[in-house]
T-cell receptor
């Protein structure tokens, strides 16, 4: 089935540890996005990419890093510099042509141990 | 920073009633508008999008857009308990280097009681 797959569903981070969240899509979408959602809050954009080997910072990029080596994959690393990483992380994608909407993966819930 | 404002609610309506969800946005140049539904603990799912002034209907859902007033709304007719969720309004920037990014409101929590 075509879709956006995020893994793992739940992730725990120890102090000082980097963790990587996976996002894979088989929809042949050019653009991919990472959002963070805190309880009772809307979605805030962390990073986005409109083409392979290119990405832009969103509104809250500090403490995060990404790569886009393949069209299908857009992994997000939460570094130890992100002091409050506990949140629900959502990956989305869309085709860049036309006015197509974004669709989301099922999300990864990250917690601090 | 582009602002998207929604009534935080919670909004509570009886089964069968019309639920009205409202959203205003600050960037007059915005062109594309989206409504997502998010059940507790789940990811958002797209339910409606609208680009032109006026109404767009899809089943029990109607999106209304008024660009002059910078206002977009979502009406849910014949509300069902299964409609109970948080509804997120999103506005897209279709210009320049930020092409395609969305700006989200904080969401309105809707409860439909039997």
């Amino acid at each position: 089935d075509g879709g956006i797959t995020q893994s793992p569903k739940y992730l725990f981070r120890k102090e000082g540890q980097n963790v990587t969240l996976s996002c894979e899509q088989n929809l042949n979408h050019d653009a991919m996005y990472w959002y963070r959602q805190d309880p009772g809050q809307g979605l805030r954009l962390i990073y986005y990419s409109q083409i392979v080997n290119d990405f832009q910072k969103g509104d809250i990029a500090e403490g995060y890093s990404v790569s886009r080596e393949k069209k299908e994959s857009f992994p997000l690393t939460v570094t130890s510099a992100q002091k409050n990483p506990t949140a629900f992380y959502l990956c989305a994608s869309r085709p860049t042509g036309g006015a197509q909407p974004q669709h989301f993966g099922d999300g990864t819930r990250l917690s601090i141990l | 920073q582009k602002e998207v404002e929604q009534n935080s609610g919670p909004l509570s309506v009886p089964e069968g009633a019309i639920a009205s969800l409202n959203c205003t946005y600050s960037d007059r140049g915005s062109q594309s508008f989206f409504w997502y539904r998010q059940y507790s603990g789940k990811s958002p799912e797209l339910i409606m999008f609208i680009y032109s002034n006026g109404d767009k209907e899809d089943g029990r859902f109607t999106a209304q857009l008024n660009k002059a007033s910078q206002y977009v709304s979502l009406l849910i007719r014949d509300s069902q308990p299964s409609d109970s969720a948080t509804y997120l309004c999103a506005v897209r920037d279709d210009r320049g280097s930020t092409l395609g990014r969305l700006y989200f409101g904080r969401g309105t929590q809707l409860t439909v009681w039997p």
